[in-house]
């Protein structure tokens, strides 16, 4: 390609009286001769994001999460009228004070009112809210006048002594010991939906103030003694936008670290600022960009602003190197700023193409939430085409980078390469390079063993955004130890005719799913009407265990169902779940429980009857682990194929390419390696940086490449053509491999785990990218140019 010639040069001591205006391309003539006109409308359009930028928002919509277009999501939304209870809720778990029961009058006074308070919350949906003091919750029994029911807490409960016996007799006659009430009567639950949306203005629920409103609740009742536990989506949501003031505090940590190690490298405050402004500008118009879509971000989108910045640095640093070096040899700063734009344009065009690409491909996955980040990250890797290849070039051929700058820039020329770049150079022979090429191979093969088990979903109980010791995963561990029925459930829904609702048979095959349920170790318990009727007709027989049967009487089912739960049979009777109540949601477990339901459907033929997965939120992370791993291959090929031929438009070699692909597959393979040993699984919110492994550090390659060519097509050999790579911009792809590695890996500090984690890999991601532009690029090039490399040995 034209853009990576010798012309391309800056001519040392030019000066602008005889420099050509209608020299260059296009695209530099329409740049640099309406500078004025660029700068003017760069400003403009700054200030039109920045006051866009101002109406972000945090929104966690739950249905933004859910793969809509998966079966079970659709027969999860189909049938969500009687799941009511299983679509968003939270469990609230009151905790008595320490060595005392839940059967005293403080307590049940102290839990009458926390439910009210839940009931007032703003976003309950508390037609269908659960508690000790609802009405709905119910016992049965069977006495001498036939079935009889009542609420377990009733009317004329007074808190007496007496009262108190009678709510103990009903817990006895009710179901709900082991899911409502802890199996040691130590604390019971509250079992609360969450709407959604606000129905004061129809917008989306605020999860923020949602949860500091439950935080205010759990503060209040602490000064009594009382234990207040919360699980559920709605929580870790909360947590997660709780710890988003500490996840900015580390944004800005790295980019203060990144604009000091720039500036102690080019000892020129006003370039340095320059790049970062410049990047943060980019940043500007992404936000402003987004919230003019309306778009919002979420706890797990707000990781792409900055990686946006990073790769603006990435590109905002080359561009100041190469003006740099230019000026150095006397160059004024127009045209130090022209021909560096020409040297490297294309190059960085196609490496943020790549990078814009590797988050389009991100909406192949049809979760709204992903999709929203695709699009929104994409735009932001768009503008850096304007802010960092045209904005910062235009700005430093006015401003220049300063004295200081280009005497140690000339300094640097002048004594020639050092021992570092000399021992790169040398990769280009062919001992070192055999070497290398074996190493990465032996490296590549080892990773690829390892990625072998990456798992799709989450890989930890609980939370595994969150830190094991987050008040929300010892609030799960808790309920997981004292009570049956866990966070974490899978519904499957049985779906009768009209005429087969009670029949034994439907039911029949429903008890037959459930006990093959309960034999898999991860299933704590189940319950569904089948296991109701079993109770039943135990109770309708003076408790005999004997009796604790699905009987096939018609006439006796029918007695039972009008007393059944309304969680376990819709009042049309079109609706019978069975929920699963799991040990955790891990990837494994789910798949294990899924597949054995599935088999289940796939055998049976009961008539009138049709059995559907799946709901609960163990369903909806089941549809969504599906979703995820049906497309991660197809986006890993899409973004590899288009890096590919994107390279392959911009330097119109396939040698090239190759160069520029094998350390970028080798990235991926170990950055999933390196997932596998922290325990961190492919989902919603590490899927964006599986993509991102290859097209983050697609431009570290581009930009050494594209200086080594121009060596080779001038007739350089190909040790001196990489030195000359090394000089113009490779020291700068090892300035900000280090760099940015340096600024993420602070995040291991952060109180949120999935930052933490995210720093881990994106600075591996840094620094491999880095190694692989500066160590394994020459040795491909030895075997990739032949003729040029015998002129090194």
Not at 62 to 69: A, G, H
Request: hydrophobic letters at 50%; glycine letters at 8%; one cysteine or more.
């Amino acid at each position: 390609m034209s853009a990576t010639t010798h012309d391309n040069a800056a001519p040392a001591g030019a000066d602008i009286a005889g420099f050509d205006p209608r020299s260059g391309g296009f695209v530099e003539r329409l740049v640099f001769n309406n500078r004025a006109l660029v700068l003017i409308a760069c400003a403009l359009v700054t200030a039109f994001f920045a006051i866009a930028a101002a109406g972000t928002r945090l929104d966690a919509a739950f249905e933004r999460m859910l793969p809509t277009t998966h079966p079970y999501i659709e027969k999860f939304l189909e049938h969500r009228k009687g799941l009511e209870t299983q679509w968003n809720a939270l469990r609230i778990v009151v905790e008595a004070p320490p060595g005392a029961s839940i059967l005293t009058a403080d307590y049940l006074e102290t839990l009458r009112q926390i439910s009210d308070r839940v009931f007032l919350i703003q976003g309950i949906e508390r037609g269908y809210m659960s508690s000790l003091w609802t009405p709905a919750t119910r016992w049965y029994a069977v006495t001498e006048e036939g079935l009889d029911a009542g609420p377990v807490i009733p009317d004329d409960y007074d808190g007496s002594a007496e009262a108190i016996a009678q709510v103990r007799a009903n817990l006895a006659r009710s179901t709900y010991i082991g899911s409502l009430v802890a199996g040691d009567f130590r604390s019971s639950a509250i079992d609360a939906p969450v709407i959604g949306r606000d129905p004061d203005t129809g917008g989306t629920i605020d999860y923020r103030r949602l949860s500091a409103q439950l935080d205010q609740l759990r503060d209040d009742y602490a000064t009594q003694g009382i234990t207040i536990r919360i699980t559920g989506y709605a929580r870790v949501v909360g947590e997660m936008t709780d710890g988003l003031i500490a996840m900015l505090a580390f944004f800005g940590l790295a980019i203060v670290i990144s604009g000091l190690i720039l500036f102690f490298y080019t000892h020129s405050l006003r370039a340095t600022l320059l790049v970062v402004g410049c990047s943060l500008v980019a940043v500007v118009w992404q936000l402003g960009a987004a919230t003019l879509l309306g778009f919002a971000l979420d706890p797990y989108s707000v990781l792409v602003p900055f990686l946006v910045f990073a790769i603006g640095m990435s590109h905002g640093a080359q561009k100041m190197n190469g003006v740099t070096q230019d000026i150095a040899h006397g160059t004024p700063p127009l045209i130090a700023a022209r021909f560096t734009f020409r040297r490297l344009f294309m190059a960085g065009m196609a490496a943020l193409l790549s990078d814009a690409v590797g988050f389009a491909v991100l909406f192949l996955i049809e979760i709204e939430a992903i999709r929203e980040l695709a699009i929104t990250a994409s735009l932001g890797v768009g503008v850096l085409i304007f802010t960092n290849l045209i904005l910062i070039p235009v700005l430093l051929s006015y401003v220049g980078v300063g004295r200081r700058a280009a005497a140690r820039s000339a300094r640097g020329a002048a004594t020639g390469p050092g021992p570092v770049w000399r021992s790169l150079a040398s990769l280009t022979r062919r001992g070192p390079a055999l070497l290398v090429l074996a190493a990465t191979r032996t490296v590549g093969v080892g990773g690829w063993v390892v990625a072998r088990d990456l798992k799709i979903g989450d890989l930890d109980a609980g939370a595994p955004e969150l830190r094991p010791e987050s008040r929300y995963n010892r609030d799960t561990a808790y309920l997981i130890e004292h009570y049956s029925t866990s966070s974490d459930v899978l519904v499957v829904m049985a779906v009768p005719s009209r005429t087969a609702c009670l029949d034994y048979r439907t039911l029949a095959t429903l008890d037959r799913l459930e006990v093959q349920l309960r034999q898999l170790p991860m299933v704590e318990g189940t319950r569904s009407f089948a296991s109701y009727a079993r109770w039943a007709t135990m109770g309708m027989n003076e408790q005999n265990p004997k009796w604790f049967e699905l009987i096939a009487n018609q006439p006796t089912l029918n007695q039972i169902a009008p007393y059944a739960p309304r969680e376990l049979k819709t009042l049309n009777c079109d609706l019978l779940p069975l929920y699963a109540y799991l040990t955790d949601h891990k990837a494994d477990t789910l798949a294990t429980v899924v597949a054995a339901a599935a088999d289940f459907i796939a055998k049976d033929d009961t008539p009138g009857l049709k059995i559907e997965l799946a709901g609960g939120n163990a369903g909806v992370q089941a549809a969504t682990n599906e979703v995820v791993a049906g497309a991660m291959d197809t986006m890993l090929f899409g973004v590899y194929g288009a890096v590919a031929l994107l390279t392959l438009i911009a330097f119109r070699s396939i040698r090239a390419t190759i160069c520029a692909l094998v350390p970028l597959v080798v990235t991926s393979i170990l950055s999933e390696a390196l997932m596998v040993a922290l325990g961190i699984g492919v989902k919603v919110s590490t899927l964006p940086v599986v993509a991102l492994g290859v097209g983050i550090g697609i431009d570290y390659a581009l930009y050494v490449i594209s200086v080594m060519l121009a060596g080779l097509a001038s007739g350089e050999d190909l040790t001196t053509a990489y030195l000359r790579a090394m000089r113009f911009t490779g020291k700068v792809v090892l300035l900000t491999g280090f760099t940015m590695a340096a600024g993420v890996i602070f995040w291991l500090l952060a109180p949120i785990k999935f930052q933490a984690d995210m720093g881990v890999i994106l600075a591996f991601m840094f620094l491999w990218n880095m190694v692989g532009a500066l160590v394994v690029v020459p040795a491909l090039a030895f075997v990739m140019w032949p003729s040029a490399r015998r002129k090194t040995i």
